[in-house]
T-cell receptor, first 116, second 109 residues
Framework: NAGVTQTPKFRILKIGQSMTLQCTQDMNHNYMYWYRQDPGMGLKLIYYSVGAGITDKGEVPNGYNVSRSTTEDFPLRLELAAPSQTSVYFC???????????????FGAGTRLSVL | GQNIDQPTEMTATEGAIVQINCTYQTSGFNGLFWYQQHAGEAPTFLSYNVLDGLEEKGRFSSFLSRSKGYSYLLLKELQMKDSASYLCAAQAAGNKLTFGGGTRVLVKP
């Protein structure tokens, strides 16, 4: 199983450019999440989704947008990139706890983004 | 609000034991996770506590006290490969995790 797949692995953007970070999972998980991790810090939740067609803001949503048209895919859109968005972005997914999966989140390998 | 505190860094010797403490203040708390993250890699699941007490899994154990808002991760028989960051995360309503800043553990020979 591929699990959670993120693309691209690395990207350099110029200030004001836009891009979409891709995330797909093949575990049929309902819940999907986007986090950012700044150097030496923990993860901060940007957006999350409890199922196709449903998204909600996390702790740090400003400057980002998401969509969830299918169970598998949860892309993160950056509009007008700013240096403050330089970070490592992780996508995660989890199944439903009452199916014995204990709500464990499984993470993709991350996208390292620099905005210069 | 949500607040998770854990030490920034700890150093220990190969073969020793290290205990990483985590305190949390989380509205609607319903579980405590520990994740391991090696440098440049994604976090991977280590343990989960929802009830008070100790959960043991091989060399790793995790403890939870809900009344005290306190958890710890115990790493026994430390190996060099255990050098990593350990993230404490509290789960709240809406199945969202709030992460602490992580504790970087350095294992020395």
């Amino acid at each position: 199983n591929a699990g959670v797949t993120q693309t691209p692995k690395f990207r350099i953007l110029k200030i004001g450019q836009s891009m979409t970070l891709q995330c797909t999972q093949d575990m049929n998980h309902n819940y999907m999440y986007w986090y950012r991790q700044d150097p030496g810090m923990g993860l901060k939740l940007i957006y999350y989704s409890v199922g196709a067609g449903i998204t909600d803001k996390g702790e740090v949503p400003n400057g980002y947008n998401v969509s969830r048209s299918t169970t598998e895919d949860f892309p993160l859109r950056l509009e007008l990139a700013a240096p403050s968005q330089t970070s490592v972005y992780f996508c995660a997914s989890r199944g439903v706890r009452d199916r014995g999966q204990r709500g464990i989140q499984y993470f993709g390998a991350g996208t390292r983004l620099s905005v210069l | 609000g949500q607040n998770i505190d854990q030490p920034t860094e700890m150093t220990a010797t190969e073969g020793a034991i290290v205990q990483i403490n985590c305190t949390y203040q989380t509205s609607g708390f319903n579980g405590l996770f520990w994740y391991q993250q090696h440098a440049g890699e994604a976090p991977t699941f280590l343990s989960y506590n929802v009830l008070d007490g100790l959960e043991e899994k091989g060399r790793f154990s995790s403890f939870l006290s809900r009344s005290k808002g306190y958890s710890y991760l115990l790493l026994k028989e430390l190996q060099m490969k255990d050098s990593a960051s350990y993230l404490c995360a509290a789960q709240a309503a809406g199945n969202k995790l709030t992460f602490g800043g992580g504790t970087r553990v350095l294992v020395k020979p």
